[in-house]
């Protein structure tokens, strides 16, 4: 299956396709430009660049939160504009779950944490038998 996923809940904005569950291609850009700006630029560059079309992807993933709220709005917006345009399914993703897939073939415990801003955090608990993740409490604030 091959996923093109989108992730904007932060000050990056990341681009990628995969193919069961191998990486093909990726790219993140930290320009200060808004994401309604370069979000859909990195698609299209990304596709061009890995000889990809939107129409051979199977499935659009997209950072769902938590994180920045506009980011968040854009995100969405573009994955659901790309999935209306193609019929393709999109589903959302768990920001910090997505974050913790990154090491779940360590088997242990894990502790996905991003900037929440004024002083807080986002964090979610998780726990890897170093094949499956398997999640111990929600996604949350936590500070000030």
């Known amino acids: 299956m091959k996923i093109l996923a989108l992730e904007s809940s932060a000050t990056a904005a990341s681009v990628a396709v995969c193919e069961d569950q191998e990486l093909i291609a990726q790219t993140i850009l ?3 430009l808004t994401h309604s700006q370069t979000l859909l630029p990195m698609v299209e560059e990304l596709l061009a660049a890995s000889k990809l079309r939107l ?3 199977d499935l659009i993933a997209v950072a769902a939160g938590p994180g920045s709220f506009t980011g968040l709005r854009i995100g969405v917006s573009a994955a659901k504009g790309l999935s209306w345009s193609t019929g393709l399914p999109c589903v959302a993703c768990s920001t910090l779950e997505s974050m913790a897939w990154t090491v779940a073939h360590c088997e242990g415990e894990i502790c996905a944490l991003m900037d929440a801003r004024r002083g807080q955090v986002y964090h979610a608990r998780f726990y890897s038998d170093g094949k499956r993740l398997c999640r111990r409490s929600p996604d949350q604030a936590h500070g000030a």
């Open 30 to 32: 930290h320009t200060g």
């Open 55 to 57: 129409s051979g992807m």
